[in-house]
């Protein structure tokens, strides 16, 4: 008898994306309310479980990837050479929030509806944690939450959420060195004593430290880093994409010309003088205490002979973009912007040194971690556990990805985004403006520099990715845009003496015919 997953499966096509396998509009309804438990897979052991989580690291920017020599990532680089390196490892919404909420909830942003930064998150969802506690588990947050708030005081919740016994955060953003606002431990207002990673990473190894019950545990360390600001480090080197190749300048979209002159561009980042080589180096150098802390992490768990069977899991909520196409931050369906490092090690489990090749997401952690505690995920999550590809095993996995973006009002500069995701090829669909979209061979163009879009020969790719990527939105609620009220300022100025407006590309350009 044929499951839920397996029905649209066979109903769909072979061809069709293991992005179809979630849940519809009209499941909706079933994953709100009480929290029924999860079966139990026979004869697994519950994992000890740790997942660190850092705000907008890129997939490349880790030194075993490193051409440069830096950053200087020594723990880092030993989590891949010791266990498994996911190489295509991507966010499904590139934006703190909303990739925040996929991780929890195992759902695309469509579906659990954390579309921007500025909105409370649904008190009905399920997060993965408490299926765990439900389990048996003792969990532990300690980080940046930032999801939820007051949207009408425009404060942003730092208090103890559900599925975690112990809890330590802050309002937003946070400050690497110690501010007023200070931390939330357990509901109580408590000073910020010193740099937040090292700070951070205290709370964690102290949890670990405290604990004395025999229940298995799991740890979320949510690091603030390397979110900006930063502080300087090595020289940087301008991307090859930061000016359009001489006669493409016409196939990037409006839309990302006139980014360039904007809050998210190079000519005016942040509406500022900032000098984007100077702001990498310093990125590099906020990574090196991320570093440690993962360092620090391994220590403990060596230290009480844990090492070997504790699932240790390391990722960032979006990727990064200085200067590719113009751009910098994140939004965007470029790979500087969805892609992001993802790192797994448990000699118990993994041979050492391994890679994945296969296309990975958030929303795949939920389901990832509830296997590691030995439960079956509920059958409304969107995303697949990686552990079988992680024990290098030979499974049916997903053909390509949904992306998506909603337009803020904050930053008005970046359109909402639809892509779908490939192993080869990457369609872009922009909606609601008057501009053209984008398509891109990723094996003979990785760094996204020729846009396919009108290329002689690629209709039946764009027909055929424009089909499936809207067969992925039906089958999981999507075909509805979310719509929030307004919060916070906005960010719409232009240098006056920087790049003017773009002109409209010439294939969309054509002189009036006679009428008949």
């Excluded at 469509?110 to 299926?131: E, G, K, S, T």
């Excluded at 090859?240 to 016409?250: F, L, V, Y």
């Excluded at 904007?262 to 205490?289: K, M, N």
């Excluded at 939920?366 to 095993?393: D, F, K």
């Amino acid at each position: 008898m044929l499951d839920r997953r397996g029905f649209l499966l066979c109903s769909l096509g072979a061809a069709l994306p293991f992005t179809l396998y979630s849940w519809s509009a009209a499941a909706q309804t079933s994953t709100r309310g009480a929290l029924a438990p999860l079966a139990r897979r026979p004869g697994v052991k519950p994992r000890n479980i740790v997942f660190v989580l850092t705000d907008d690291h890129r997939y490349d920017a880790m030194g075993f990837l490193s051409k440069r020599g830096y950053p200087h990532t020594p723990a880092l680089d030993r989590l891949a050479r010791d266990g498994v390196h996911f190489r295509n490892a991507f966010v499904t919404t590139a934006l703190c929030s909303p990739s925040r909420a996929s991780i929890l909830t195992g759902l695309y942003a469509h579906q659990h509806r954390v579309v921007d930064n500025n909105h409370p998150i649904d008190p009905a969802l399920i997060f993965f944690p408490q299926y765990l506690q439900q389990a048996g588990y003792e969990t532990a947050f300690i980080g940046k939450w930032h999801m939820g708030g007051d949207v009408a005081g425009e404060r942003e919740n730092d208090s103890p959420q559900r599925g975690f016994d112990h809890w330590v955060s802050f309002p937003g953003q946070g400050t690497y060195l110690p501010s007023k606002s200070g931390l939330n431990v357990n509901g109580v207002r408590v000073p910020q004593k010193g740099y937040i990673t090292d700070e951070l990473t205290d709370y964690a190894v102290d949890w670990l430290n405290a604990r004395t019950s025999s229940k298995p545990f799991f740890l979320y360390l949510s690091h603030k880093a390397v979110h900006s600001d930063f502080i300087p480090a090595e020289r940087f080197e301008r991307p090859a994409t930061w000016d359009p190749a001489p006669g493409k300048e016409a196939l990037r979209p409006m839309w990302v010309q006139n980014q360039r002159n904007s809050w998210h561009g190079v000519d005016f980042p942040y509406h500022s003088t900032l000098d984007i080589g100077e702001y990498y180096q310093r990125y590099c150098e906020t990574l090196l205490a991320v570093d440690e802390s993962i360092n620090a992490l391994l220590e403990h768990l060596q230290r009480r002979g844990l090492l070997e069977s504790t699932l240790v899991l390391y990722m960032g909520d979006n990727g990064f973009a200085f200067g590719e196409h113009g751009l910098i931050d994140k939004r965007t369906a470029y790979e500087e912007s969805m892609r992001v490092p993802m790192l797994m090690h448990c000699p118990e489990l993994f041979k050492a040194g391994s890679v994945v090749e296969e296309v990975v997401a958030n929303i795949d952690i939920a389901p990832s971690l509830l296997e590691a505690a030995g439960l079956t995920a509920p059958m409304h999550i969107a995303g697949r556990s990686v552990l079988p590809l992680a024990r290098a095993e030979r499974v049916p996995w997903r053909e390509s990805l949904l992306y998506e973006y909603y337009w803020e009002r904050n930053f008005p500069q970046t359109p909402t985004v639809h892509a779908l995701r490939e192993q080869r090829y990457k369609y872009i669909r922009y909606h609601g403006i008057w501009d053209i979209d984008e398509l891109y061979d990723l094996q003979a163009d990785p760094l996204e520099a020729n846009n396919l879009i009108f290329a002689p020969g690629h209709e039946a790719i764009v027909q055929r990715m424009n089909r499936s990527l809207f067969d992925v939105l039906v089958a999981t609620g999507g075909m509805s845009l979310p719509l929030t009220r307004d919060a916070g300022d906005v960010q719409r100025l232009r240098r006056s003496d920087r790049a003017k407006a773009a002109e409209f590309p010439p294939q969309l350009l054509q002189k009036p015919v006679p009428p008949p």
